[in-house]
């Protein structure tokens, strides 16, 4: 025993070495491990965070903005106050001074079970890193989340900003809960983007850019430890020439932490912060080393609605207007006057004086532009149009362009050449004064008085109706009779079906509020996404759906546009959705549509499967598959035959058919392939829906070029036929029209598979369960197959009209033996 005394020694103290350079390994990759089971609390006996090696960087619990509770997150620290770069749930309420924050194998879990990190399994340690980013690992050492991968308004050296996120600005210094701006990296065109938060990613909403030059290569956004921003390696739009140092504030032997903020007025901006090498933690200098943009007011959204900015970078109401909300920066504003008591007026220009307001420009879209015209003319339009809540004159040119109400985007900018007079309209009546609070002392505000002249009309007028009444007195008794007749004719023949018909136009800032900022979104096809929504008018609300056109043509003019959705709105069937509107704001094109509330046929067919819908025992019962059917033929029928200008739908599909609150089918998205892209082949339709058959064969084929594209004048209405061939046959057969997931391979093709069982007698195979056998009605069923195979024929001569197919469904015409779908080929 006492010979292996020396080696075991040996042993002991060659493990010794080993361990003390696998720490000082750890702290000199600046890792400090944070075991599973240790907590975080912001009072007692427990630590309220956990430190990073170098002490710069902290991750816990620091004091909510609200003033009293705390919030989680990651911060720089520094005198007198801390920078904070990370927050965890930046919306939540304050938390508790008893929270504790736990690292469990499921992450960051609060006291109360709300998860810091989201989607992480098997964790088994965690470091609060130099760099900044708090790393949670595996066993393996593997990292399964990380800060870096969700940034809030602030990226720091080694960290990216890709297409999958977004960088949100905070909304004051002190709050860092969601503000009033948004930074992306776009994948369309690989371009770093800011926007005001409430809009969608249009160009006409953006106010600054960053152009990727390159052509190939993965891009994103990327701040590297010296201060580099690049979008590329090598395309740094901030480098060393960029960072001018002040030599006073030099020292030697510095370090710096860079950081890249998404400031909360909308301003991207690099910051430095410097460390003297004596072992201090705290930053001796922090400076901005570049910015984005000087001139604030050309920032989209920094002022708020009907309220412009000047050029001391301050916001101020319009004339007429009042303030409603202002947190500093963020100016909203409204009219000072009730609009709706003056709509009713027969002559609404009597009832306003106009208020010029001189150096304006606003990057909103108008709803009426008239050229070649005269200040006065553009005065008595915005003074007649009771929509009209503004309007600019240009000078140079004439043009008069009239706005709705909410104004945005307004900057009053003196030296530019292209700004205009903006034009308001103000209450005439006596005693009324402009409302000077939030106006811009330096703005030339000018008002055209016409009282005198109103006043001398008012007396030159005053026989004349007295005259008046005394005619009208007489002719009121004398047509008395008639009035109480038409008023009772107008009641008993609805006339109200006029307005309840119309097509309304609305603005896209109306559409914005109608869907929360286009927040719930319920649907996406080939057209674009459809968000829900809810319109107020006459004292009540209505539920709506909002789709976003994507793919509209680039030459597609607003005339041309506005004919193709009148013509749609045109079509009135029970079984069609209803076009109530439509927005047209240069690129911007959305349609507004009733909402159906049971959602689109394909999730009751192939998602109901295991789901229980409405108030029925099953998915989707045999009776109310066979009403759906007979729905969508007589919707098609009416397209194709009955609409006065055929439509040809060229998409149909179970997802372009939706169930409302009475189960009634309606097809939607029909009119809508004329207002594409026009393309070779229909490539508006996806790679899997055309792989699962909707597609009639003929347009498959290449070598036919009167069926190029849907709007072509020789398209056939056969081709719906055919669509509507494979949705019948989903609907009796509860499943796709391509499937992989099935028993055997003759299965996979639904057409073939059912007249396979339709040829042996054995169409109790299509069947999904028992318990629906028992309620089906199989000769319904047969018909219903047959029709279907008809539908699916190759051969478009051999497919049926839809007039025949209704009479076939319906039981009134005979059915004969359908052929194989692919015998003609």
Not at 407 to 421: E, F, H, I, M, Q
Not at 428 to 434: A, D, M, Q, R, T
Not at 614 to 634: C, G, T
Not at 708 to 719: D, F
């Amino acid at each position: 025993m006492a010979s292996k005394s020396p080696i075991l020694i040996v042993l002991l103290f060659l493990s010794s070495i080993l361990l003390l350079h696998s720490s000082l390994a750890d702290a000199d990759d600046g890792i400090t491990k944070i075991e599973l089971g240790h907590s975080l609390s912001p009072k007692g006996n427990q630590s309220s965070s956990w430190l990073s090696s170098s002490g710069h960087f902290a991750f816990g619990f620091y004091p909510h903005a609200q003033g009293y509770g705390y919030a989680v997150g990651i911060w720089l620290l520094g005198e007198p106050d801390i920078t904070l770069v990370w927050t965890a749930n930046r919306n939540d309420p304050p938390l508790p001074s008893s929270s504790t924050l736990l690292l469990t194998i499921d992450g960051l879990v609060l006291q109360q079970g709300q998860k810091i990190t989201n989607n992480v399994t098997g964790a088994s340690m965690a470091s609060m890193l130099d760099s900044g980013n708090f790393v949670i690992y595996d066993d393996s050492h593997v990292v399964v989340w990380q800060s870096f991968d969700h940034p809030t308004d602030i990226i720091l050296g080694g960290q990216n900003l890709t297409a999958a996120n977004r960088l949100v600005s905070s909304l004051s210094k002190t709050d860092h809960s969601t503000g009033l701006f948004y930074l992306i990296m776009q994948e369309s065109d690989s371009n770093l983007v800011a926007y005001p938060l409430k809009t969608l990613p249009y160009a006409e909403d953006h106010y600054w850019d960053e152009i990727d030059n390159a052509t190939t290569g993965s891009v994103q956004l990327s701040l590297n430890t010296e201060g580099f921003l690049c979008l590329r390696e090598h395309q740094c739009f901030v480098n060393n020439t960029n960072l001018l140092r002040n030599s006073n504030s030099q020292k030697q032997n510095t370090t710096s932490i860079y950081r890249a903020t998404f400031d909360f007025d909308g301003v991207f901006r690099l910051y430095e912060h410097q460390f003297d090498g004596e072992g201090n933690r705290r930053p001796f200098s922090v400076e901005i080393r570049w910015e984005a943009m000087h001139d604030k007011c050309q920032i989209n959204g920094f002022c708020g609605f009907n309220s412009y900015c000047s050029n001391t970078n301050m916001c101020h109401c319009y004339p007429g207007f009042v303030p409603i909300s202002n947190n500093g920066m963020f100016l909203e504003c409204k009219l000072n006057y009730s609009k709706d008591e003056r709509q009713s007026n027969p002559d609404p220009s009597s009832l306003y004086d106009v208020t010029l307001l001189e150096h304006m420009s606003w990057s909103d879209f108008p709803y009426l532009v008239t050229k070649e015209t005269t200040m006065e003319a553009c005065e008595e339009s915005c003074k007649e149009d009771c929509d009209c809540g503004g309007a600019l004159y240009a000078n140079n040119g004439g043009i008069c362009s009239i706005y709705r109400l909410p104004l945005r985007y307004g900057r009053k900018v003196p030296n530019a050449s292209d700004t205009a007079t903006a034009i308001f309209k103000v209450p005439y009546h006596s005693g009324f004064l402009i409302n000077q609070t939030h106006l811009d002392p330096d703005s030339h505000v000018v008002v055209d008085n016409k009282r005198s002249l109103i006043l001398i009309l008012s007396s030159s007028l005053g026989s004349v109706t007295l005259l008046c009444v005394i005619i009208a007195v007489s002719v009121f008794f004398n047509y008395r009779h008639h009035v109480y007749s038409y008023a009772k004719l107008s009641a008993s023949s609805n006339l109200g079906f006029t307005k309840e018909c119309s097509l309304r136009s609305f603005s896209f800032d109306e559409l914005v509020e109608a869907t929360s900022g286009f927040t719930e979104e319920i649907g996406r096809g080939s057209y674009g996404a459809v968000y829900e929504g809810t319109i107020t008018g006459d004292g009540s609300n209505k539920s709506v759906a909002v789709k976003r056109l994507e793919r509209i043509a680039d030459d597609e003019g607003e005339r041309e546009f506005r004919a193709e959705v009148t013509a749609i709105a045109r079509t009135h069937h029970r079984n069609l959705v209803k076009l109530v509107g439509y927005c047209i704001e240069g690129s911007r094109k959305l349609l507004v549509y009733e909402y159906v509330s049971n959602g689109c046929l394909a999730n009751l067919l192939f998602k109901g499967k295991n789901h229980h819908h409405h108030h029925h025992d099953q998915a989707l019962p045999w009776k109310e598959r066979i009403k759906i059917a007979l729905d969508v033929a007589r919707g098609v029928q009416y397209l194709h035959e009955e609409c006065g200008v055929r439509i040809v739908h060229c998409n149909l599909k179970p997802q372009n058919i939706l169930i409302d609150e009475a189960w009634t089918a309606k097809i939607s998205d029909f009119g809508l392939a004329r207002l594409l892209k026009q393309p070779q082949q229909p490539e508006f339709l996806t790679d899997d829906e055309v792989r699962s058959s909707y597609l009639a064969p003929e347009w498959k084929n290449e070598a036919s070029p009167s069926l190029s594209s849907c709007s072509s004048p020789l398209v056939s209405v056969k081709v719906d036929i055919y669509s509507y061939g494979v949705v019948v046959l989903e609907i009796v057969c509860r499943r796709r029209s391509i499937d992989v997931n099935v028993k055997c391979p003759e299965e996979v093709l639904l057409s073939s598979w059912v007249y396979q069982c339709y040829a042996e007698g054995e169409l109790r195979k299509l069947v999904v369960n028992e318990s629906e056998e028992e309620d089906t009605d199989w000769k319904t069923l047969e018909r219903m197959v047959k029709v279907g195979l008809w539908c699916v024929q190759d051969d478009p001569s051999l497919r049926p009209s839809m007039k025949n197919v209704i009479l076939m469904l319906e039981g009134w015409k005979p059915i004969p033996t359908p052929p194989s779908p692919l015998a003609s080929t």
